[in-house]
């Protein structure tokens, strides 16, 4: 894994400022020899970086980078890009940086890189990277269904324009955000500057962690309890007609699974639900098996499963995280009731308040 070239997406709804953080970012010594994509180089101002044009497609900027313009599918350009940098063509790369067209809903990118063989060998995803601008989120919200697929797949959200929006405004965005994607981190961006680049990088979200604590966090399954306990979590009159539909819950199951029912339960959730199924990733205990299965599944497409050697804490449940949109709790408890044979528990501290929100509120 770790000689795949890693892959970073950075999506965005239309004027999230997305064009003015990749050009500070593109300054960023972890960027320094990094291959970034977008869509059309006209779409992003970066003129002022260019020393060196290699062709129509690709450029070579001053901090290092590449540049270059995806033009048709974005598997054919990330295999010319690396057979390039294999026959030494182009400056070799050390990661991918790409830059999503602001309508792009970013699951059908992810997708591209794990069922692509080609690409599966070679590169690796590390994490998306969602801009949200302040000043404009709430209305983009209710009027786009694509912000809310990009904000429910961010592994870290990217609070933009916060310079230009007053402190109610970032506090009310922020438990939005909360609702819809309680386990990413949100970062304040001011003037297209972040406190720290690097660390939004190499954070591995996708791949087998080298240490069996890193799953803690990324899993988040504490964060999304205490925000689903908390009053200032529960449903109000502010939910949006696209959020209110959206839910995010952790489930447990205390007995060990035979992975070939837990498979078929997942499947069959994936096959039937996937679309709503925005994101789900867990702990799974495997019966025999001293530490657990890592699972991970956008939309409908489940990810190759790894194996941890000891568990990450004391507890030692299965335990499922989920953002579903329009989905009913019940029919997933129901799956793994059903073909795994286990009792399905609520985290105790969301008990009584086991929705993020519900169509029904504040309406």
């Not at 070579?60 to 057979?83: I, P």
């Not at 007053?166 to 949100?186: C, F, K, M, Y």
Request: hydrophobic share 45%.
């Amino acid at each position: 894994m770790s000689a795949k070239i890693p892959v970073t997406i950075l999506t965005g709804f239309l004027g999230a400022g997305k064009t003015t953080l990749l050009n500070r970012l593109l300054g960023q010594p972890v960027l320094a020899d990094a291959a970034v994509l977008i869509n059309e180089f006209g779409a992003v101002a970066v003129d002022h970086h260019l020393v060196q044009k290699i062709d129509e497609a690709i450029v070579v900027l001053d901090s290092g980078c590449l540049c270059c313009s995806v033009r048709g599918e974005m598997a054919t350009s990330l295999r010319d890009l690396f057979m390039r940098r294999l026959r030494r063509e182009i400056p070799s790369f050390s990661r991918v940086l790409i830059e999503t067209s602001g309508l792009a809903d970013p699951a059908p990118t992810i997708h591209t890189l794990r069922e692509d063989f080609f690409l599966a060998d070679r590169y690796r995803m590390d994490a998306v990277l969602t801009a949200v601008a302040v000043t404009h989120f709430v209305d983009q919200l209710d009027r786009h269904r694509e912000v809310l697929r990009q904000v429910a797949l961010a592994d870290d959200l990217l609070l933009t324009k916060c310079d230009l929006a007053t402190d109610e405004q970032i506090s009310d965005v922020g438990r939005r955000l909360q609702r819809i994607n309680p386990g990413a981190r949100q970062i304040e961006v001011r003037a297209g500057q972040l406190a720290a680049a690097s660390d939004i990088f190499a954070n591995g979200f996708y791949d087998r962690a080298e240490e069996a604590a890193r799953v803690v966090p990324w899993l988040a399954e504490q964060r999304v309890a205490e925000l689903l306990a908390s009053d200032g979590f529960r449903p109000d009159a502010r939910a949006t007609r696209h959020d209110a539909q959206v839910r995010a819950f952790v489930i447990r199951f205390a007995e060990p699974v035979a992975w070939a029912d837990f498979t078929e339960a997942i499947d069959l959730l994936l096959d039937t639900c996937g679309p709503r199924i925005l994101r789900l990733k867990g702990l799974v205990a495997v019966t025999g098996e001293p530490g657990p299965r890592v699972v991970q599944c956008v939309q409908h497409v489940r990810y190759p499963e790894w194996s941890l050697p000891a568990w990450p804490d004391a507890d030692r449940r299965s335990r499922l995280v989920l953002i579903v949109d329009a989905l009913a709790r019940e029919i997933v408890d129901g799956a793994f009731a059903a073909f795994c044979g286990v009792t399905v528990s609520r985290d105790p501290l969301a008990a009584g308040n086991p929705r993020v929100s519900s169509p029904a509120a504040g309406r």
